[in-house]
């Protein structure tokens, strides 16, 4: 796997993850964290550097989340509703079966390492985003909830709707590695 796509997948879930503790502390101690805002802009100068420590915190922010992340989808699969898993193989599978030409064309041409790192790639990033949306989107859902008043029922059908996406999302990157590493296989053995 290339080094420099290793890195910037784990910076993206690190800024996603980042992002949403944010977002929770700006819900929950709203002055703190606009003074925090204000002391870092009259810090403009010292911009290059503080830019170096906050991509530091988020990189080791994506590598924690990028490994809980791993331990919440080894957990969930199984988890998940058979006759879903089912649903989302068959139809996700039928259509990646269909470009079977596509990776062949790709094997002639030896680029198929490629075709699976960047699968690879786009799963991590998939995962790390599915377990950053169900974690913040609880803390944050509780958060507007309690300390906002919300609408209950609104705030969590809303987390809901956007925890399917993200898992499906996710479901769907995970089914076409798979699909495309039996491609692979396949086509070697040939």
């Not at 590598?63 to 898993?85: E, T």
Request: proline share 2%; hydrophobic share 55%; with cysteine.
């Amino acid at each position: 796997m290339n080094t420099t796509a290793l890195i910037v997948e784990i910076l993206v879930v690190g800024f996603q993850a980042f992002s949403a503790i944010l977002i929770l502390l700006w819900l929950l101690i709203p002055q703190i964290i606009t003074q925090l805002f204000q002391l870092l802009l009259s810090y403009k100068s010292y911009s290059a550097l503080l830019t170096l420590i906050v991509t530091a915190v988020v990189y080791t922010i994506g590598i924690i989340m990028d490994r809980l992340a791993v331990y919440f989808a080894n957990g969930i699969w199984p988890i998940i509703p058979k006759a879903c898993r089912g649903w989302l193989e068959e139809k996700h599978r039928a259509s990646l079966e269909e470009e079977d030409n596509y990776v062949r064309a790709l094997h002639k041409e030896k680029v198929l390492s490629g075709l699976i790192a960047n699968h690879q790639s786009r799963m991590r990033i998939a995962r790390g985003t599915m377990f950053n949306v169900f974690l913040f989107g609880i803390l944050i859902t509780l958060a507007l909830i309690f300390k906002h008043k919300y609408e209950p029922c609104v705030s969590i059908a809303l987390y809901l709707l956007i925890l399917f996406f993200a898992i499906l999302i996710w479901g769907m990157h995970k089914v076409t590695f798979h699909v495309r590493i039996n491609q692979v296989r396949k086509i070697e053995q040939e």
